[in-house]
């Protein structure tokens, strides 16, 4: 009999996530926007947001420990609530003479909270699921996200623009302490491991029982998050600097071409998590290269369009579609790599390998974003010298992993 993918559980974790996702979203504009009225510059703003994901890198492995020891419903329940009185007690103190240390020291508690979050949501799909139902119920997740992504900034956008920033920032903390209501209804058991102990210890021997378990244990899991990593790199190198790259500068396309661009790879990122939801039992893990290298593959086509004479907007549109099918492709690969390392993992281990996922893909982001944009300086005129080779890179590491995927098909589930 095959088992219901909405469960109790399930349901109200998407019903949380999406409450608290449309809340971090409309928050996260609402401040860039107020940043760039109030300084003018866009850099103090990525300053700050660069300088907000350093604690969620460095303390995503604690939040794994404290994900496979604590009862994972409550630390849910207890970060939501927190972050919502965290944005609540920032609204009451802005405006005022020091609102961009505010903002700053808002973000990097956001950041510090999410560290402690992510892994802990992440382990706990698992747990609720089983089987094919963990890859489907990756994809419901990722579709929450992307969905959230493509319409809670128009929103906020209008909120902002008609009210201002403070009745945005409390719109988002009633969605934070919605998300924990919904949260407060999930029944989850206790994970195996307790709080008890020298505290330093028991962190020393999960970290080393954690980093024992993916480099001996199950190599094939941190050849897997290298692999997420790489194709992060790449990935977001070219979507988050070379998108804007393209249209604005390269082609000399308006804003809304932009905009449209955007909106574009949304929806293709929404495509890819359906996608993976019907190919759950079809798509063999040990078939998962494929994805990885349809990455590289769909990047050539944006480079070969510079290569010959033709207009903007042809080029925009042929670029848009390539980027697009890239952006399908990773979130297909990246709903099954999830769903795979979470297959393969035991239960007391599933926060730390998750935040350890999390932390590399964290980590390789920023640097693919700085790459990148040299990369693209360098080659302004002749852009196509960036994105096809590395289209063949990415297209070959695919191809080269073929064999960890057929390794991770075979090793079974926990």
Not at 9 to 37: D, H, K, P
Not at 116 to 135: K, S
Not at 150 to 177: E, H, N, Q
Not at 235 to 251: D, E, N, Q, S
Request: charged residues 10%.
């Amino acid at each position: 009999m095959k088992e219901r993918l909405f469960t109790k559980n399930f349901t109200l974790l998407v019903m949380g996530q999406i409450s608290s996702l449309f809340g971090n979203y409309i928050l996260r504009l609402a401040l860039s926007m107020y940043v760039l009225e109030t300084t003018g510059s866009a850099a103090v703003f990525a300053g700050i947001l660069s300088a907000a994901t350093i604690p969620a890198i460095l303390l995503s492995p604690l939040g794994g420990i404290l994900a496979d020891r604590a009862n994972r419903r409550n630390m849910m329940v207890a970060l939501d609530g927190l972050t919502g009185l965290a944005v609540f007690c920032a609204a009451v103190i802005l405006p005022g003479n020091h609102a961009l240390f505010v903002i700053g020291a808002l973000l990097v508690t956001l950041s510090v909270f999410g560290a402690f979050e992510t892994p802990t949501v992440q382990a706990c799909i698992p747990q609720m699921l089983a089987g094919d139902n963990i890859v489907r119920g990756n994809a419901v997740v990722n579709q929450v996200a992307s969905i959230s992504y493509l319409t809670a900034p128009m929103l906020g956008g209008i909120l902002y623009a008609a009210v201002g920033l403070k009745p945005v920032m409390f719109a988002s903390v009633v969605c934070f302490f919605v998300t924990a209501s919904f949260e407060q209804f999930i029944k989850l058991g206790c994970p195996s491991g307790k709080m008890q102990g020298n505290i330093l210890v028991m962190v020393k021997n999960d970290f080393l029982d954690s980093v024992h378990f993916v480099a001996k244990e199950r190599p094939a899991i941190m050849k897997l998050l290298f692999l997420a990593a790489f194709s992060r790199f790449f990935v977001m190198g070219i979507a988050m600097v070379g998108i804007p790259y393209i249209v604005r500068t390269i082609l000399g396309l308006e804003a809304t071409y932009y905009g449209g661009a955007e909106s574009a790879l949304a929806v293709a990122t929404i495509l890819g998590s359906v996608a993976a939801g019907l190919l759950t039992g079809k798509l063999k893990f040990e078939k998962l290269w494929l994805a990885l290298a349809a990455i590289g593959l769909c990047m050539v086509p944006a480079g070969i369009v510079f290569l010959f004479s033709s207009g903007a907007v042809f080029r925009y549109t042929v670029s848009v579609a390539a980027f697009c099918g890239m952006q399908a492709a990773i979130s297909i690969f990246s709903i099954f790599a999830v769903s795979m390392i979470q297959q393969n993992t035991p239960d007391h281990l599933l926060g730390k390998v998750m935040a350890y996922t999390s932390a590399i893909t964290m980590c390789a982001q920023p640097v693919g974003q700085m790459v990148y944009g040299f990369l693209f300086d360098g080659f302004r005129e002749a852009v196509y010298l960036v994105l096809i080779p590395t289209g063949v890179i990415v297209a070959a590491i695919g191809v080269g992993a073929r064999g960890v995927f057929e390794k991770m098909e075979y090793l079974g589930s926990y």
